[in-house]
Protein backbone atom coordinates (compact mmCIF):
# COMPACT_ATOMS: atom_id res chain seq x y z
CA UNK A 1 0.00 0.00 0.00
CA UNK A 2 1.66 3.43 -1.28
CA UNK A 3 1.91 5.87 2.02
CA UNK A 4 2.54 9.32 2.39
CA UNK A 5 3.73 10.43 5.57
CA UNK A 6 3.93 14.45 6.34
CA UNK A 7 5.75 16.15 9.64
CA UNK A 8 4.74 17.81 11.52
CA UNK A 9 1.04 17.07 11.30
CA UNK A 10 0.69 20.57 13.38
CA UNK A 11 3.00 23.39 13.26
CA UNK A 12 2.74 26.80 14.79
CA UNK A 13 5.75 29.44 14.54
CA UNK A 14 5.78 32.93 15.36
CA UNK A 15 6.32 35.58 12.15
CA UNK A 16 9.86 35.88 11.00
CA UNK A 17 11.07 32.33 11.99
CA UNK A 18 11.99 29.97 9.51
CA UNK A 19 10.53 26.08 9.45
CA UNK A 20 10.35 22.84 7.40
CA UNK A 21 8.08 20.44 6.56
CA UNK A 22 8.69 16.92 5.44
CA UNK A 23 7.08 14.47 3.58
CA UNK A 24 7.85 10.60 3.30
CA UNK A 25 6.66 8.55 0.61
CA UNK A 26 6.61 4.99 0.08
CA UNK A 27 6.60 4.87 -3.90
CA UNK A 28 8.84 4.79 -6.36
CA UNK A 29 7.58 7.96 -8.36
CA UNK A 30 9.25 10.57 -9.16
CA UNK A 31 6.96 13.17 -9.00
CA UNK A 32 5.46 15.22 -5.79
CA UNK A 33 2.91 17.53 -5.80
CA UNK A 34 2.17 20.24 -2.59
CA UNK A 35 -1.19 21.88 -2.30
CA UNK A 36 -2.98 24.89 0.30
CA UNK A 37 -5.77 24.48 1.69
CA UNK A 38 -7.06 27.81 4.17
CA UNK A 39 -9.52 26.65 6.53
CA UNK A 40 -13.00 26.13 5.32
CA UNK A 41 -11.68 26.45 1.82
CA UNK A 42 -10.66 24.18 -1.22
CA UNK A 43 -7.35 22.95 -2.37
CA UNK A 44 -4.68 25.22 -4.16
CA UNK A 45 -1.87 23.79 -6.42
CA UNK A 46 1.91 25.34 -5.08
CA UNK A 47 4.10 23.04 -6.18
CA UNK A 48 4.62 20.43 -9.20
CA UNK A 49 8.02 18.91 -8.19
CA UNK A 50 8.88 16.59 -11.61
CA UNK A 51 12.43 15.22 -11.14
CA UNK A 52 14.85 14.69 -8.75
CA UNK A 53 16.99 17.29 -7.65
CA UNK A 54 13.78 19.48 -8.54
CA UNK A 55 13.52 22.71 -6.52
CA UNK A 56 10.47 25.18 -7.01
CA UNK A 57 10.09 28.69 -5.13
CA UNK A 58 7.19 31.10 -5.26
CA UNK A 59 7.28 33.95 -2.45
CA UNK A 60 8.57 32.47 0.94
CA UNK A 61 8.06 28.95 0.43
CA UNK A 62 10.72 26.78 -1.44
CA UNK A 63 10.15 23.01 -2.66
CA UNK A 64 12.29 20.31 -3.07
CA UNK A 65 12.55 16.82 -4.11
CA UNK A 66 15.04 13.98 -3.26
CA UNK A 67 13.30 11.01 -5.08
CA UNK A 68 16.58 8.47 -3.52
CA UNK A 69 15.13 9.41 -0.11
CA UNK A 70 11.63 9.34 -1.17
CA UNK A 71 11.83 13.14 0.45
CA UNK A 72 9.92 15.94 -0.22
CA UNK A 73 10.48 19.30 1.60
CA UNK A 74 9.09 22.61 2.27
CA UNK A 75 10.32 25.33 3.51
CA UNK A 76 9.13 28.70 4.71
CA UNK A 77 11.35 31.37 5.21
CA UNK A 78 11.03 34.73 7.33
CA UNK A 79 7.05 33.06 8.26
CA UNK A 80 3.91 35.57 8.08
CA UNK A 81 0.43 35.24 9.07
CA UNK A 82 -1.26 35.13 5.78
CA UNK A 83 0.93 31.55 5.33
CA UNK A 84 -1.10 29.76 7.92
CA UNK A 85 -3.00 26.96 6.26
CA UNK A 86 -2.74 23.58 5.76
CA UNK A 87 -0.28 21.81 3.73
CA UNK A 88 -0.71 18.62 1.40
CA UNK A 89 1.62 16.80 -0.27
CA UNK A 90 1.14 14.19 -2.95
CA UNK A 91 2.22 11.66 -5.20
CA UNK A 92 1.10 9.67 -8.17
CA UNK A 93 0.68 5.93 -8.73
CA UNK A 94 2.71 5.97 -11.81
CA UNK A 95 3.42 2.78 -13.00
CA UNK A 96 1.02 0.81 -10.83
CA UNK A 97 -2.52 2.98 -12.30
CA UNK A 98 -3.69 6.05 -12.53
CA UNK A 99 -4.55 7.05 -8.10
CA UNK A 100 -3.19 9.82 -6.76
CA UNK A 101 -2.46 10.12 -2.76
CA UNK A 102 -2.13 12.50 -0.58
CA UNK A 103 -0.57 12.88 3.10
CA UNK A 104 -2.55 13.97 6.07
CA UNK A 105 -1.62 17.14 5.96
CA UNK A 106 0.26 19.80 8.08
CA UNK A 107 -1.29 22.64 9.63
CA UNK A 108 0.76 25.62 10.17
CA UNK A 109 -0.63 28.36 12.05
CA UNK A 110 1.85 31.67 12.00
CA UNK A 111 1.64 33.85 14.97
CA UNK A 112 2.37 37.39 15.09
CA UNK B 1 -13.26 30.78 -16.47
CA UNK B 2 -11.98 27.96 -16.16
CA UNK B 3 -13.75 26.04 -12.78
CA UNK B 4 -14.64 23.23 -10.91
CA UNK B 5 -18.04 23.12 -9.87
CA UNK B 6 -20.25 21.39 -6.79
CA UNK B 7 -23.59 20.87 -6.37
CA UNK B 8 -24.42 20.95 -3.71
CA UNK B 9 -22.40 22.19 -0.93
CA UNK B 10 -24.14 21.27 1.90
CA UNK B 11 -26.18 18.48 2.48
CA UNK B 12 -27.47 16.61 5.44
CA UNK B 13 -29.38 13.44 4.64
CA UNK B 14 -30.60 10.57 6.65
CA UNK B 15 -29.69 6.54 5.97
CA UNK B 16 -30.19 4.70 3.20
CA UNK B 17 -31.82 7.64 1.19
CA UNK B 18 -30.22 7.75 -2.33
CA UNK B 19 -28.23 11.06 -3.13
CA UNK B 20 -26.11 12.02 -5.97
CA UNK B 21 -22.98 15.32 -5.62
CA UNK B 22 -22.78 16.53 -9.00
CA UNK B 23 -19.37 17.55 -10.75
CA UNK B 24 -18.71 19.90 -13.80
CA UNK B 25 -15.41 20.88 -15.10
CA UNK B 26 -14.99 23.36 -18.24
CA UNK B 27 -11.28 23.05 -19.20
CA UNK B 28 -12.06 19.99 -21.09
CA UNK B 29 -9.52 17.99 -18.69
CA UNK B 30 -10.14 14.18 -19.36
CA UNK B 31 -9.04 13.31 -15.77
CA UNK B 32 -11.67 13.67 -13.11
CA UNK B 33 -11.31 12.82 -9.52
CA UNK B 34 -13.34 11.98 -6.59
CA UNK B 35 -11.94 12.72 -3.04
CA UNK B 36 -13.42 12.37 0.48
CA UNK B 37 -11.48 14.55 3.28
CA UNK B 38 -11.47 13.26 7.12
CA UNK B 39 -9.40 15.32 10.39
CA UNK B 40 -6.25 13.33 10.63
CA UNK B 41 -6.48 11.10 7.00
CA UNK B 42 -5.91 13.82 4.80
CA UNK B 43 -7.77 13.43 1.57
CA UNK B 44 -8.50 9.71 -0.09
CA UNK B 45 -9.37 9.27 -3.61
CA UNK B 46 -12.90 7.37 -4.10
CA UNK B 47 -13.41 6.99 -7.56
CA UNK B 48 -11.15 8.72 -11.08
CA UNK B 49 -11.74 8.43 -14.45
CA UNK B 50 -9.60 8.84 -17.34
CA UNK B 51 -11.78 9.67 -19.84
CA UNK B 52 -15.87 9.08 -20.87
CA UNK B 53 -16.97 5.84 -19.90
CA UNK B 54 -13.38 5.14 -18.16
CA UNK B 55 -13.73 4.97 -14.09
CA UNK B 56 -11.46 3.11 -12.03
CA UNK B 57 -11.62 2.54 -8.20
CA UNK B 58 -9.61 4.46 -5.79
CA UNK B 59 -8.68 4.19 -2.24
CA UNK B 60 -11.80 4.03 -0.39
CA UNK B 61 -14.78 3.16 -2.88
CA UNK B 62 -17.44 1.16 -1.29
CA UNK B 63 -20.38 2.29 -0.64
CA UNK B 64 -20.27 4.79 -3.90
CA UNK B 65 -20.32 4.46 -7.27
CA UNK B 66 -19.63 7.30 -9.90
CA UNK B 67 -20.42 7.38 -13.84
CA UNK B 68 -18.94 9.22 -16.62
CA UNK B 69 -21.22 9.79 -19.56
CA UNK B 70 -19.81 13.28 -20.75
CA UNK B 71 -16.05 14.53 -20.55
CA UNK B 72 -17.26 17.96 -17.90
CA UNK B 73 -19.41 15.69 -15.76
CA UNK B 74 -18.62 13.25 -13.13
CA UNK B 75 -21.40 12.68 -10.85
CA UNK B 76 -21.07 10.78 -7.29
CA UNK B 77 -23.41 8.75 -6.51
CA UNK B 78 -24.25 7.21 -2.79
CA UNK B 79 -26.76 4.54 -3.31
CA UNK B 80 -27.45 3.95 0.21
CA UNK B 81 -25.37 6.57 2.55
CA UNK B 82 -24.36 5.52 5.92
CA UNK B 83 -23.20 7.72 8.86
CA UNK B 84 -19.40 7.10 8.46
CA UNK B 85 -19.76 8.36 4.91
CA UNK B 86 -19.90 11.81 6.20
CA UNK B 87 -17.71 13.63 5.67
CA UNK B 88 -16.13 16.75 3.16
CA UNK B 89 -16.12 15.73 -0.64
CA UNK B 90 -13.99 17.28 -3.20
CA UNK B 91 -14.04 17.03 -7.11
CA UNK B 92 -11.13 17.44 -9.11
CA UNK B 93 -10.12 17.50 -12.55
CA UNK B 94 -6.53 17.66 -14.65
CA UNK B 95 -5.82 17.62 -18.45
CA UNK B 96 -4.17 14.57 -18.35
CA UNK B 97 -3.67 11.92 -15.33
CA UNK B 98 -0.97 12.69 -12.98
CA UNK B 99 2.08 11.90 -13.95
CA UNK B 100 1.28 11.23 -16.97
CA UNK B 101 2.42 13.83 -19.35
CA UNK B 102 5.66 15.40 -17.70
CA UNK B 103 4.47 18.99 -17.32
CA UNK B 104 3.21 20.29 -14.30
CA UNK B 105 0.82 22.65 -16.19
CA UNK B 106 -1.55 19.67 -17.56
CA UNK B 107 -0.42 17.32 -14.64
CA UNK B 108 -2.44 19.79 -11.89
CA UNK B 109 -5.24 19.37 -10.43
CA UNK B 110 -7.89 21.78 -9.80
CA UNK B 111 -10.52 21.34 -7.29
CA UNK B 112 -13.86 22.36 -7.15
CA UNK B 113 -15.30 23.83 -3.85
CA UNK B 114 -16.25 21.28 -1.33
CA UNK B 115 -19.44 19.85 -0.50
CA UNK B 116 -19.68 18.93 2.90
CA UNK B 117 -22.02 16.21 3.54
CA UNK B 118 -23.47 14.33 7.01
CA UNK B 119 -25.44 11.35 7.11
CA UNK B 120 -27.69 11.06 10.11
Known amino acids: ELKVEQNPLFLSMQEGKNYTIYCNYSTTSDRLYWYRQDPGKSLESLFV?????AVKQEGRLMASLDTKARLSTLHITAAVHDLSATYFCAVDSRGTGNQFYFGTGTSLTVIP | EAQVTQNPRYLITVTGKKLTVTCSQN?????MSWYRQDPGLGLRQIYYSMNVEVTDKGDVPEGYKVSRKEKRNFPLILESPSPNQTSLYFCASSLYPPGTSGRASTDTQYFGPGTRLTVL
Open chain 2, 27 to 31: MNHEY
Open chain 1, 49 to 53: LLSNG
